[in-house]
Every structure is written in structure tokens, then in C-alpha cells.
């Protein structure tokens, strides 16, 4: 992922890729010399450089708050993949470290901006659906694949938090951009079918939202047949995406439209996400996806384990 980052960044006006730091060196001297910028495997070597303003963070989850904390630290602004951090604690000294620099902080919450979601959201912002008051998601599918997807740090809850943090960071998000704050967090979890990893492979939650809507996601790792779709309801419409289907709507007294996958096109997400994190610098103005963001997502992926382990609702904030 900071490959995919840092290469969309080098691509920006106004910004270039000074330095690559991986405690692997193999993979910092490949991207390093890809992209004709230095390369460290020491964090701190990156850091001491003047010439580097900002920093993009795509180390496992379980770095994201240390790491942060040495970029603020070293008056680096700073650009954080989801999961934010593994706890809301974590996540909140991120934003105070942030604050008491004096640095930006955007949280890398990249699938509000990829189709067809960016587009929903747009759909639900010109009022034409009314008010939503349901959320439906399912993303579900099996075990980790090959490659990258089978770092030992992504088997473990240690240092991958689980599937609502390391995946459903996302639509945790999204929901939220469309419901709003979530009040409340019930939620069962439990390992059926993976055996290397050691945190849960499914995770039920009903969120209740501060409005009155609510919103439901089925997850995990543990199908033969994976799906990921949304269905959501509206005072004046609906909104199905994914399955056969793909992207479609009907409001009130008109016909159901099927959205095309060319008419949900808009500029790449990963490119969008850096952009407005380099603008965000540039033009001193607040990140568009600022960290307090971050910690609320991660809130209601805790609040969702410590309703599984205590067998109750749990009441947001934490
Ligand atoms: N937004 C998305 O859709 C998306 C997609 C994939 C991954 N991610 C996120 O990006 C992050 C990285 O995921 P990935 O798939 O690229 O993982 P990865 O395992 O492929 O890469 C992580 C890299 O970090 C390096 N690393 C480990 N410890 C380090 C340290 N202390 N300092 C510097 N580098 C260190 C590793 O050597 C490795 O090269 C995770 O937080 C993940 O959740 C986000």
C-alpha cells in the first residue's frame, strides 16, 4: 500500500518522493530506486531529513500510533492508513501528537472515494433519497490469500487488530458518512473456519446511529462464496450496491436506475486521498479526512469487540 501511495504522491504538483524507509531493505532500495528518492530502513533517518515535509505511514496497523508519534514529534505532517490505530486510545494520542505539533493528520480512509461508493455518497447528499434510515453491508469472503495478504502481522489480533479493523475499517467509514455517529454498538464474533489466524473469521454488529437509523454488517473471512453488497434504505429511496446488479436506485413514483460503471468513474481514489492530503498542507486548510475520523471508526470496531467478549450493548463514546 505505500508503494501505491507514494507513487501516486510522486505524480502531484507540488510534491515529490524524497525518501522510502522500510526496515527491509530489499524492498526500500527497490522502491527507492524506482522512484529515484533516497532509501533508509531506519524511520528515524527518514525523519531527520529537511527536505521531507510530510510523511505517509503504511507500516502494519500495530505501528501506526509510534510511528505517527516520531513523525509529530519531528514536525512531519502526516498521512495514516486505516486502520488509524488498534484501540481508541491509540488513536486519540495520534490526534494529540498531531495537535501539539502542529501537523496535519489524514487518515488513509481511501474507499469513500472509489466507486460506487463516492458515488452514493453523492446521491445521498443532493436529498434526493430523503433521510436514510437502514444500512445493510456485507463483505465477507475466505481466508487471507497468498502474497503480501499473508504477512505474519496480518494473522495476528496483536498486530492486525482483526477483520473490523484491518478490512472493515472501510465500511465502518462509509457507513458512518451516510448514518452519521454511531450511538451505540451491539455485535457477536466468533472463529468458525480459519485456523492461522487468532482472532475472529466472523463479525455480526447492529450500530445504532444518534438520528435513529441503524445500520448492520456481516463480515469476516470464513465463506466459500464471498459477497460484498450494501443495501440501504431511504424516506425516499433505495439504494443496492454490488451483487448482480451492481449499483442501482429507485425513488418514490420512478423507475428503478441502474448505474454504469463508467458513470460511476472519477479520479482514482488512492490519487484522490494524496492529493487532498498535499492540498491540505499547501494550502493550510484541514484535512479532508481529519484523525478525529479515524478514532471514531476505530471506536465502534472496539465497542464491537467488547460487545462480543461481555455478551451486551456498549454505549458510545467509549
Ligand atoms: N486503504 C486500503 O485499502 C489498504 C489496502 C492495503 C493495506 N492497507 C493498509 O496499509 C498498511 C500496510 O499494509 P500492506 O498491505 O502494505 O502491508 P505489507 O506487509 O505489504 O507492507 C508493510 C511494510 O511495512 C514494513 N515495515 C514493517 N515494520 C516497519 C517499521 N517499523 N518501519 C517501517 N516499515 C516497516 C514491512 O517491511 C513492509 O514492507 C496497513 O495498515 C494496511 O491496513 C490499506
Redesign the pocket.
Known amino acids: 500500500?505505500?508503494?501505491?501511495l507514494i507513487v501516486s504522491a510522486a505524480d502531484i504538483p507540488d510534491c515529490a518522493a524524497r525518501c522510502v524507509?522500510?526496515?527491509?531493505a530489499a524492498?526500500?532500495q527497490a522502491l527507492g530506486e524506482e522512484l529515484g528518492c533516497g532509501w533508509v530502513?531506519d524511520?528515524d533517518a527518514l525523519l531527520a531529513r529537511d527536505d521531507v515535509t510530510a510523511v505517509i505511514?503504511?507500516?502494519?496497523?500495530f505501528?501506526?500510533r509510534?510511528?505517527a508519534e516520531q513523525a509529530a514529534a519531528a514536525g512531519k505532517h502526516i498521512f495514516?492508513?486505516?486502520?488509524m490505530a488498534l484501540n481508541k486510545a491509540d488513536a486519540l494520542a495520534m490526534v494529540e501528537a498531531a495537535r501539539a505539533a502542529g501537523v496535519k493528520l489524514m487518515i488513509?480512509?481511501?474507499?469513500r472515494y472509489l466507486p460506487p461508493w463516492h458515488y452514493i455518497k453523492s446521491l445521498v447528499d443532493s436529498g434526493r433519497l430523503g433521510k436514510p434510515f437502514a444500512m445493510q453491508t456485507t463483505r465477507i469472503g475466505g481466508g487471507w490469500g497468498g502474497?503480501?495478504?499473508h504477512?505474519q502481522?496480518?494473522l495476528k489480533r496483536e498486530t492486525?487488530g482483526g477483520p473490523l479493523?484491518?478490512i472493515n475499517?472501510?465500511e465502518i467509514d462509509f457507513m458512518r458518512q451516510i448514518m452519521g455517529e454511531a450511538t451505540r454498538v451491539t455485535a457477536g464474533l466468533g472463529r468458525f473456519v480459519e485456523t492461522e489466524i487468532d482472532y475472529e473469521d466472523l463479525a455480526m454488529l447492529q450500530i445504532e446511529f444518534a438520528d435513529g437509523g441503524f445500520g448492520q454488517l456481516l463480515a469476516g473471512h470464513c465463506a466459500q462464496i464471498g459477497i460484498y453488497e450494501m443495501k440501504l434504505y431511504c424516506t425516499n429511496g433505495t439504494v443496492m450496491a454490488g451483487g448482480p446488479h451492481g449499483l442501482q436506485y429507485k425513488l418514490v413514483g420512478e423507475d428503478t436506475v441502474i448505474v454504469s460503471a463508467e458513470e460511476q468513474q472519477a479520479e482514482p481514489g488512492?490519487r484522490r486521498e494524496v492529493r487532498e492530503f498535499v492540498e491540505c498542507i499547501l494550502n493550510d486548510t484541514e484535512p479532508t479526512i481529519p484523525g478525529e475520523e479515524g478514532v471514531s471508526n476505530v471506536e465502534i470496531a472496539q465497542a464491537a469487540l467488547i460487545a462480543s467478549e461481555e455478551r451486551r450493548p456498549v454505549d458510545l463514546p467509549l
Not at 1 to 4: A, H
Not at 57 to 61: E, L, S, V
Not at 80 to 83: D, F, L
Open positions: 500500500m505505500g508503494r501505491s524507509a522500510d526496515v527491509d524492498k526500500a530502513t524511520n505511514i503504511a507500516a502494519p496497523n505501528l501506526h509510534q510511528i495514516c492508513e486505516k486502520p488513509g480512509q481511501v474507499l502474497g503480501t495478504y504477512a502481522w496480518r492486525c479493523f484491518e475499517a472501510h488512492v
